[in-house]
């Protein structure tokens, strides 16, 4: 039912979105908005201060009561989501606050009350202070030429424009820094170095995905070879693909090399009576490829030997990505052509 009423919603709020809102959004993406962080801060004469503006349990504490009075939809359907209420661990909770939990609306409902921030900042501030806002679903940054413009003139538009729909900022969270300092954006780090402008994988990020894969890993002491590639392949292709875009190549090797001291551990753990020439040959030097890469044989769909290989992350090439014009959405008429273009750009980008 709710996938009926977002498709009468969605065009109504893509219209009426801001043109820097990236999150959960039809044709736009994290790439987009990490674009976007690169055109407002990579010239010399960009914006040097950036305010990380982090809301406090927004999909829990948007107020019911503007979402039925602006929300252009049927108010009685709309007023059972927000009430129904939600079970976790056998108990019953009822909603007083937030957008429906678990609800595929609640999404737009969210981005439809966070919709205005762009001109609120504005409206508080000069062309001359530099401001850009760049947001993802609740997730948001803003940049300023001082700290004094993002403490005096856009921290308190922010505090006021949220307090309307009962949203607060994170003080814990929320914090405001140079460019030379960096900052971590939706598993980015972007900073300058000596005047230029790097965007890589956050080391938090890249840790916790370590960490998940040693892990996986480790939990599957007596699985196939077999089984536990395929178990690892996708994770590597989705992770590498997130962070293609970016500077990468470096952390990708560092990747790959990490994993394969933790194969090495499992190896050694499976078959601790045997030699490290015998695990080489039957783990990691491959009789195909003549180097060294985490490998099994096993069956295709021919029913022919083949070789299963683990995913090489320093092996993806590291591809720009076009970034979405900001005005862009799919139900504006004068924009198909342009979504034509780009989808074919994207089959060119992800084949060639």
Partial sequence: MQALYLLALEPVAEIT??????????????ADAIGQCFLDLARKTSAQW????????????????WLMANVLTDTNMLKQWLAAGYIEKAAFYETQAGTPQGGIISAALANMTLDGLERVVSQATAKTDKVNVVRYADDFIITGKSREVLEQKVKPAVIAFLAVWGLTLSEEKTAINHIDQGFDFLGFNVRKYNGKLLIKPAKKSVNAFLGAMRRLIKSNPTIKTE????????????????????????TFSKVDTAIFKTLCRWTRRRHPNRSAKWLRAKYFHHPALGIWQFHTRTFGSDNRLVFLNLVGVAKMKIKRHIKIRAAATPYDPAFVRYFERRRKQRLLLNHG
Avoid: M, T
């Avoid at 979105?17 to 994290?30: I, K, L, M, N, T």
């Avoid at 950036?50 to 009561?65: Q, W």
């Avoid at 590639?229 to 693909?241: A, C, D, M, V």
């Fill in 17 to 30: 979105a801001d043109q820097h809102s990236y999150g959960f959004r039809p044709e736009r993406s994290v």
């Fill in 227 to 250: 089984s536990l590639i395929r178990l690892l392949n996708p994770k590597l292709r989705g992770w590498s693909n997130y962070y293609r875009h970016v500077v990468s190549k470096r």
């Fill in 50 to 65: 950036i305010l990380e503006g982090d809301i406090k349990a927004c999909f829990d504490d948007i107020s019911h009561r």
